[in-house]
T-cell receptor, first 114, second 112 residues
Framework: GAGVSQSPSNKVTEKGKDVELRCDPI?????LYWYRQRLGQGLEFLIY????????KSGLPSDRFSAERTGESVSTLTIQRTQQEDSAVYLC????????????FGEGSRLTVL | GQQLNQSPQSMFIQEGEDVSMNCTSS?????WLWYKQDPGEGPVLLIA?????ELTSNGRLTAQFGITRKDSFLNISASIPSDVGIYFC????????????FGSGTKLNVKP
């Protein structure tokens, strides 16, 4: 597709379960970002991938959070042993990387932990 | 992390009025971006600023990169109902585009 695609768009899970969120960036975009947005809040940086470089994981809030990216394509964000405070919209964005500072966002995955 | 102070937090205006919102930081940024987010959607880029003092327009929107590189403002002229949404500023440190810091947003309400 033309834009950043995320799935699932909505996920309801029980506390303690693991969840996996997927992001398909714009073709040709070497940089990929994950952000978390709690209700009524701004965007909180989680992790950044740029090409084959080591990812910047400095925003991951705990070791329950991890993310992977295969080359310059799909990325998955995994949250293990989910807690209620993990409830948020998880936004993925991609950009041309070192050539551009413009982020293009997906519609987000809304996670609700009961 | 870096703190971007965005104000006002929310605004209620009449259709046709002009709007101004701004972002400030204690850090120097090399890039400022302004985004709009509609309910249930991801943020959409409105304006990107790359140079101190730069003034850029996009239709009824005008944004400026502050000379001190620690602030930016966004103006919307002659507001219309579809301007309703949340506006976010974002600043980028360094030159590797590895991390953008977002303000907490300005929620704009436009009364017809």
């Amino acid at each position: 597709g033309a834009g950043v695609s995320q799935s699932p768009s909505n996920k309801v899970t029980e506390k303690g379960k693991d969840v996996e969120l997927r992001c398909d960036p714009i073709s040709g975009h070497t940089a990929l970002y994950w952000y978390r947005q709690r209700l009524g809040q701004g965007l909180e940086f989680l992790i950044y991938f740029q090409g084959n470089s080591a990812p910047d994981k400095s925003g991951l809030p705990s070791d329950r959070f991890s993310a992977e990216r295969t080359g310059e394509s799909v990325s998955t964000l995994t949250i293990q042993r989910t807690q209620q405070e993990d409830s948020a919209v998880y936004l993925c964005a991609s950009s041309l990387g070192s050539q551009s500072g413009e982020l293009f966002f997906g519609e987000g995955s809304r996670l609700t932990v009961l | 992390g870096q703190q971007l102070n965005q104000s006002p937090q929310s605004m209620f205006i009449q259709e046709g009025e002009d709007v101004s919102m701004n972002c400030t930081s204690s850090s120097i940024f090399n890039t400022w971006l302004w985004y709009k987010q509609d309910p249930g959607e991801g943020p959409v880029l409105l304006i990107a600023l790359y140079k101190a003092g730069e003034l850029t327009s996009n239709g009824r929107l005008t944004a400026q990169f502050g000379i001190t590189r620690k602030d930016s403002f966004l103006n919307i002229s002659a507001s219309i109902p579809s301007d309703v949404g949340i506006y976010f500023c974002a600043g980028q440190l360094g030159y590797n585009f590895n991390k953008f810091y977002f303000g907490s947003g300005t929620k704009l309400n436009v009364k017809p």
